[in-house]
């Protein structure tokens, strides 16, 4: 069995959007804030291995409790889905991720396995975060240690999906 063999390819893309309910007690009934985490990582992976397109939180119980359960599980399930090197600059201290060390990690397109602007290819879709805005330029952390130029002028702070069209070598510092 050779490398290519063994490599992980993803299935074909559907032709449908897959949509998933979740209710807000979910982690209702588990006392403490390290099980809950735990058990909506075992639920964030198995959205991930399905593909799933967009998942609603509903409140199933009337009440302020289950609006704040509700937001507890969008904290998570928005931080697991977020790729690892955009948390920095998208995530903000919250004590609800306090416990987010124990989530597994996710194989979704969004998360790319390398970090190397080398292993770049032309044509592949990286997110990334708009770091500096320069007239009509953006750069763009896409996470490969370089910063990608976008020729358009993007809000600072904003997530974006950018098509990689080509790499081009850093020109020396003048």
Same mark, same amino acid.
């Given at each position: ?62 009440? !302020? ?5 509700? /937001?507890?599980?969008?904290? %998570?399930?928005?931080?697991? #889905?977020? &790729?690892?090197? *955009? @948390? ?43 770091? !500096? ?5 953006? /750069?763009?952390?896409?996470? %490969?240690?370089?910063?990608? #130029?976008? &020729?358009?002028? *993007? @809000? ?19």
């Amino acid at each position: 069995m050779n490398e290519t063999d063994s490599a992980y390819t993803p299935p074909s893309k559907r032709s449908w959007r897959l949509t998933v309910a979740v209710p807000s007690s979910l982690v209702a009934d588990v006392p403490h804030l390290r099980e809950k985490t735990s058990r909506l990582g075992f639920l964030g992976r198995a959205l991930g291995i399905f593909r799933v397109d967009e998942v609603l939180i509903y409140a199933d119980v009337p009440g !302020d409790e289950s609006a704040s359960q509700g /937001r507890f599980i969008a904290s %998570v399930l928005g931080y697991m #889905e977020t &790729p690892q090197h *955009l @948390r920095k600059h998208l995530v903000r201290m919250n004590p609800d991720l306090r416990f987010a060390g124990i989530l597994p990690p996710l194989r979704i397109p969004n998360h790319p396995l390398s970090a190397r602007l080398a292993d770049l290819k032309v044509g592949e879709i990286r997110e990334g975060v708009v770091t !500096d805005v320069n007239g009509e330029m953006s /750069r763009v952390d896409i996470g %490969v240690g370089s910063f990608a #130029e976008v &020729p358009a002028r *993007l @809000r600072r702070g904003s997530r974006v999906s950018v098509q990689i069209d080509g790499t081009a070598p850093k020109s020396p510092p003048s």
